[in-house]
């Protein structure tokens, strides 16, 4: 695997469900990021981690909960979600000082009933 | 709230030069500029970025004018694949509607 991935790319779950998104780079950066993109909305900065460190949280509700265990590694576990967080959610990573240049995976579509 | 203004959107000619502009006039003077593109359906790619000076790529150029309010993505010759919305950024890891690009045959 090159690049950055993500699984699963499609998930469809009830609102009591609790499930997790996983991303994985293999680019040996070390700051990940996690992003949503609802339908119509620019891309929303939800977490940054630099070395596995959180050091942002842009006021995203607590029902997202992420985990980086290593600097390759980044989940978003989920739980209680409501219908109006069906989006594309999509990880991304850098080297922590160019936090502007950043490679994105694929997303995963995540449709909540 | 994005630091960044781009038109909505942008048509193009297939083999003709694409130039996409972008004004970010409160961006302040040790901020980057930065483009990425977002194919349908994919995510974001990056594509290239700038301070002050002019920057070229294997994909496109980036040309600041000289007060920095503003700057222009150049794709020298579109094809069908350069079809994307392209988001100019500007300081901060705001992701404004971007410019919704179609190059047309």
């Known amino acids: 695997e090159t690049g950055v991935t993500q699984t699963p790319r499609h998930l469809v779950m009830g609102m009591t469900n609790k499930k997790s998104l996983k991303c994985e780079q293999h680019l040996g950066h070390n700051a990940m990021y996690w992003y949503k993109q609802s339908a119509k909305k620019p891309l929303e900065l939800m977490f940054v981690?630099?070395?596995?460190?959180?050091?942002e949280n842009n006021s995203v509700p607590s029902r997202f909960s992420p985990e980086c265990p290593n600097s390759s590694h980044l989940f978003l576990h989920l739980h209680t979600l409501q219908p109006e967080d069906s989006a594309l959610y999509l990880c991304?990573?850098?080297?922590?000082?160019?936090?502007?240049?950043?490679?994105f995976g694929p997303g995963t579509r995540l449709t909540v009933t | 709230d994005a630091k960044t203004t781009q038109p909505p959107s942008m048509d193009c000619a297939e083999g003709r030069a694409a130039n996409l502009p972008c004004n970010h006039s409160t961006i302040s003077g040790n901020e980057y500029v930065y483009w990425y593109r977002q194919i349908h359906s994919q995510g974001p790619q990056y594509i290239i970025h700038g301070l002050k000076n002019n920057e070229t790529n294997e994909m496109a150029s980036l040309i600041i004018t000289e007060d920095r309010k503003s700057s222009t993505l150049i794709l020298p010759h579109a094809t069908l694949r350069d079809t994307a919305v392209y988001y100019c950024l500007g300081g901060k890891l705001i992701f404004g509607q971007g410019t919704e690009l179609s190059v047309k045959p």
């Open positions: 981690y630099n070395f596995k460190e959180q050091t």
């Open positions: 991304a990573s850098s080297q922590e000082r160019r936090p502007y240049e950043q490679y």
